[in-house]
């Protein structure tokens, strides 16, 4: 059966890069699989939902979507695991960034009734086996890591409204992360946290193990 792990984390934890580099290295050596005669299973990364929608809808940031856009991120994760679901019998690992998670993303930019969807997600998660990795920065780390992209927005934005939008981005990561924390330790699920202050290379062998401990593939 298909696993899905998902790798979540505030912003500039540096998810995405480390989902990228993971799979390139297993499909290159698979250094951190062990010697098995079964046939190697698939590491497969998902696209996050949520860029998805933004994409989509041309946005630029959390901080501009609308409830009516996270009902579509709750719909396209729902989706996609009853996709995942119908094909059980490939031996697959998905990698998933944020997936319910995005219940934390929704409400801290003002969407009450997001978590009307738990019980949703957690039924999905339950028949995926599904585990969860949390790379965990603070809010100041996030915005110092993430500031600049932000400040290369503003080109699309009249000068007046540059200080509030910059504002509004920073006051968002810091209502985000104990959102974030509050739905990992509410999941009933095998998980880890992991330092996200550390370096890239290390973050990456991090990881690694971490998928290793976790995957009955990776580990069989």
């Known amino acids: ?19 990228s580099q993971i799979c390139s ?3 290159a050596v698979s250094p951190f699989i062990s010697s098995s005669k079964k046939r190697k299973p698939i590491l497969f990364p998902l696209q996050e939902s949520r860029q998805i929608i933004a994409h989509k809808e ?4 959390a ?5 009516e856009q996270e009902e579509e991120v709750v719909n396209c994760d729902l989706g996609r695991m009853d996709l995942i679901l119908r094909r059980s019998r490939e031996r697959v690992i998905y990698l998933d960034e944020c997936n319910i998670f995005t219940i934390a993303h929704a409400m801290a930019h003002g969407v009450k009734d ?8 957690i039924v999905h998660l339950e028949k995926l086996n599904a585990k969860i990795i949390f790379l965990n920065i603070d809010p100041e780390i996030s915005w110092e890591r993430r500031c600049r992209k932000y400040e290369q927005r503003l080109v699309y934005f009249p000068v007046n409204r540059h200080k ?17 924390l509050s739905v990992y330790h509410r ?19 991090k990881v690694s193990g971490a998928l290793v401990r976790m ?5 069989s």
């Open 114 to 121: 997001i978590n009307k969807h738990w019980s949703e997600y």
């Open 25 to 27: 290295q297993y499909q």
């Open 58 to 61: 041309i946005l630029l940031g």
């Open 1 to 19: 059966m298909s696993e899905l792990i998902i790798i979540a984390g505030p912003q500039a934890a540096g998810k995405s890069t480390i989902i």
């Open 63 to 67: 901080i501009f979507m609308t409830a």
């Open 187 to 205: 999941l009933p699920f095998s998980k880890e946290m992991l330092d996200g202050k550390m370096p890239q290379q290390e973050a990456i062998q």
């Open 164 to 180: 509030a939008i910059m504002r509004r981005y920073r006051e968002y990561l810091k209502r985000l992360h104990p959102l974030l």
């Open 215 to 219: 995957s009955k593939y990776l580990k």
